[in-house]
């Protein structure tokens, strides 16, 4: 059974399916708009233009639908890949349905190959989205070698059981690092699989730096700016180590926070049914020069305290002269410059204000 489905401005036939899984030949994830949303965002809050856009594995194609629909002066050309006969089939009706919509200026290439086979046959792209159901690993090597000099790689993990520690052994196998099962296990998952990222594309003397990284219920994703050149990606590898007895990861920035800022106010004014929340705490956070995060209910548990508001806690973090956010990857986190034994003591601090009789 197909149905039309509208996401954004546009409309696409696909077929309904009550469970989405990666046994189906070809499905529309609506779980996965805020996916397409910020792709579309990113490209609209970097400068780049005439880009080469390569969407590798497209399913029904929406997302190249609704780049070429909503990116204005971005797209010099775009390929849309699917290894799956009936996938290429339903993306070339996608888009003749779309026409009217579509930038006419950009070249449109439905292609229906295997991911890798395509990229290594092709003369490379400045943005290429990588958006499998699982791993990302089988197709890195070849994104790494044919992505442009200064391009954008996109990269999904729906493995995330692998990269937050349920499963330790996959992660060391899949990842080569050791996840953690605490309160931080999202955001050590999501530097594990950029470090992960960035070793491979290391091997060909290109830099990844995340510019934007988020996780979200299944998944986790992170757009890397990539900079050609020996000593950009030495920089790169000193960057990585460990955090709290796993890894080795990428302890940097997970984020530019313009672009981060950009990306905020654009869905705000985009009036997106994206999640404005999700997006002004990462805008927050991204502002913050800190890996890792304390977790207010994991410190006040193991030093026996009663966890207090967050309110006050940050106001005091803020008077002792520490930068602090919340943090997108936990609800009981706060990210800030602060030392664990400094914020106990504020937590203590706080306690003994509330029981001091006045
Ligand atoms: C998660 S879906 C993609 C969803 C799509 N990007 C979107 O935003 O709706 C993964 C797609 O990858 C395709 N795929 C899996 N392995 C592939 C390969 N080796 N080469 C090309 N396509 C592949 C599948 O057919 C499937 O359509």
Not at 10 to 34: G, H, Q
Request: charged share 25%; glycine share 4%.
């Amino acid at each position: 059974m197909f149905t039309k489905i509208t996401e954004a401005t546009v409309t696409i036939e696909a077929p309904t399916e009550e469970k989405i899984s990666s046994k189906l030949p070809v499905f529309y994830n609506p779980a996965m708009k805020l996916n397409r949303d910020i792709s579309i965002l990113l490209l609209k809050a970097i400068d780049d233009q005439d880009m080469q856009i390569c969407d590798l594995m497209a399913g029904t194609g929406i997302r190249s639908i609704r780049f070429l629909a909503e990116l204005e002066k971005k797209i010099k050309s775009i390929t849309i890949n699917d290894y799956d006969e009936q996938a290429t089939e339903l993306i070339r009706k996608n888009i003749k349905a779309n026409k009217s919509a579509l930038d006419p200026a950009a070249e449109i290439n439905i292609t229906n190959k295997d991911a890798s086979t395509l990229l290594l046959e092709s003369t490379g792209f400045d943005y290429i989205d990588v958006d499998p159901f699982g791993t990302p690993n089988p197709f890195l090597d070849a994104a790494a070698r044919r992505l442009s000099r200064e391009g954008i790689l996109a990269v999904t993990a729906t493995d995330t059981s692998a990269l937050a520690g349920t499963f330790p052994k996959a992660c060391q196998r899949k990842y080569w690092a050791v996840p953690n099962r605490g309160p931080l296990k999202h955001e050590i998952g999501i530097r594990i699989l950029i470090r992960k990222v960035q070793l491979i594309a290391a091997q060909y003397s290109k830099a990844l730096t995340p510019i934007f990284s988020y996780s979200k219920e299944h998944y986790m994703r992170v757009f890397f700016r990539c900079k050609k050149g020996k000593s950009p990606v030495d920089k790169i590898l000193k960057k990585q180590g460990m955090m709290h007895s796993a890894g080795p990861m990428w302890l940097g920035a997970l984020w530019d926070p313009n672009i981060t800022e950009k990306i905020f106010q654009l869905s705000a004014d985009l009036n997106y049914d994206t999640n404005l929340r999700l997006l002004s705490t990462i805008r927050d956070e991204s502002k913050i020069a800190a890996a890792g995060f304390h977790d207010i209910h994991n410190i006040s548990k193991r030093y026996k305290l009663i966890a207090p508001a967050f309110t006050p806690v940050m106001q005091k973090i803020e008077e002792a002269g520490h930068s602090v956010a919340r943090t997108h990857f936990s609800d009981h986190g706060i990210r800030s410059t602060i030392s664990e034994e400094e914020l106990v003591d504020i937590i203590m601090k706080i306690r003994r204000e509330c029981h001091t009789p006045t």
